[in-house]
Structures are given as C-alpha cells and as structure tokens.
C-alpha cells in the first residue's frame, strides 16, 4: 500500500509474475519421483522372480532330457520353454528400466554402429514401409553399451512401425547428429547438462500419441496397444537404457 502523510492508503504497487514454467518443472519433478519410486519397485520384484524363473528352467531342462522318447510332451515342454525365454526377455527389460541390470560400457563410434543396426532393422519392418536413415559425418565416440543401444533403437522402430498401420505413405525417419545444450536451451529443459551430445531422433508419420498419454509413455506396462501386441515395456526399457547412459529422453 501507498500511504500519504497521514497514513491514509492512496493506492497500491502491484507485481506480477508468470509462474507457468516453476509449474512445469514442478511438475516434471514430481513425475521424476514418481518413476524413480516404481523403477526401485520394479527392480526388486524382477529379481526375485528372475530366481523363480531360473529354476523353473533348471528343472525344465532336466525334463526334457527324461522325455526324448515322448515326442508329444516334447513339443509340450518346448512351447514352455519358449514362454520361459520370452518371461526372461520381459525381467530383461525390466531391469533395463530399474537400472538394476549388468552393462558393458566402453567407447563405441556411434554413426557406425546407427548404420550398421539399421541394417538389421530392414530385415524387420514390412516391404511397404519406407526407412530413412540421415546421419553427419561425426564419429561420434561415445561410452555405451552395444546390446541396450542396439535395444533401444529396435524398440523406438518397432513402435513406430506398429504406429504406421493404416499410413497411407509409411514412412520413418532415423537421424543421427551432433546437438549442443546450451544456456537457452537449458532454460527450458531444467534436466539437461550443458555440453554436446549425439542426438538421435526417431520419428514416423502414422498416427501420433494423444496429449494425454505423453506423461504415461515410460511406465512399465502402460500400453494403447490391444492384446497379445504390447507388453507396455519396450519405452520403459528405452528410458533406463538411455539412463544408464547418462542421456536424456523426450
């Protein structure tokens, strides 16, 4: 309040400020907290039901030694085996996302190894669909891990494929450059360390992600897919791969 000399109130000095951006980094915060809660739930149960797995297995194995001459419980026990490998592969995942898993880190040529992977991924996406690859002439040297890499990225295409079904032009896109994270852009993305990074980018024109469902995207078992299409693990394993690699995801 403005007062006069008397102390009578003649007006008042307001100050405005546009709190929208502590909202969202509030908000960005609390979903932090909220994926690091399950990713320790997570990871505990994974490994305990990894060791109920593994002597499943075990005694499995043994079985199948005992029936060679039963061909109809052979065939039996390999469908069990199958779903066994493929329980596996889940806790795999899992445990990707926990960052509770073993990881080989050491320097890898990023640009090459891209290249190289999306030649596999060719083999794995229907004839119809068009794939682009766009990579700079950078090396790029970074400390990874092979395996989750190589994960990460059949993940992010295999999405974006199953995204494309009624596409009239399919078509993905896979970029690879170099990108700086400077004070500006910090402003905006509070998560992010200044310095370069390799910045690789996957994107498809089929039918999008509802605005809704974007905070939802890298929780275990969160899924839009119908099913027996999606276990609702591939982007929760993407988002702790790209953790353990001291990296960022949008």
């Known amino acids: 309040p403005i007062r006069n000399r008397a102390g009578t109130i003649e007006g008042f000095v307001g100050i405005q400020q546009n709190l929208s951006s502590y909202e969202d980094l509030e908000q960005q915060f609390h979903q932090a907290q909220k994926m690091e809660a399950i990713g320790t739930l997570v990871g505990g149960i994974a490994h305990d039901f990894n060791n109920m797995l593994a002597g499943i297995m075990g005694n499995l194995y043994l ?3 005992r029936v060679s001459d039963l061909p109809e419980v052979a065939i ?32 890898l040529p990023l640009t090459s190894f891209i290249k190289e992977t999306v030649k596999f991924l060719r083999s794995s996406i229907s004839e119809n669909i068009e794939l682009h690859l766009d990579t700079c002439s950078d090396a790029l040297m970074v400390n990874g891990d092979s395996t989750q890499l190589h994960q990460v990225l059949l993940n992010l295409t295999n999405n974006a494929r199953d995204a494309l079904e009624n596409a009239p032009d399919p078509c993905i896109s896979i970029q690879l450059n170099t990108f700086v994270a400077d004070d500006n852009f910090r402003k905006a993305h509070g998560d992010f360390k200044s310095g370069r ?54």
């Open 197 to 250: 990074y390799a910045h690789l980018s996957v994107s498809d024109n089929g039918c999008g992600i509802p605005a809704d469902q974007i905070e939802h995207l890298f929780e275990p078992f969160f899924t839009t897919k119908e099913q027996g299409k999606g276990t609702g693990l591939g982007l929760a394993m993407v988002f702790g791969a790209v953790k353990n690699h001291h990296g960022y995801i949008e």
């Open 63 to 65: 079985v199948q030694q």
């Open 76 to 107: 039996k026990l390999k469908g069990i085996e199958q779903l066994s490998f493929r329980a596996a592969d889940m806790i795999q995942q899992l445990l990707t996302f926990a960052r509770k898993d073993q990881v080989d880190i050491k320097p």
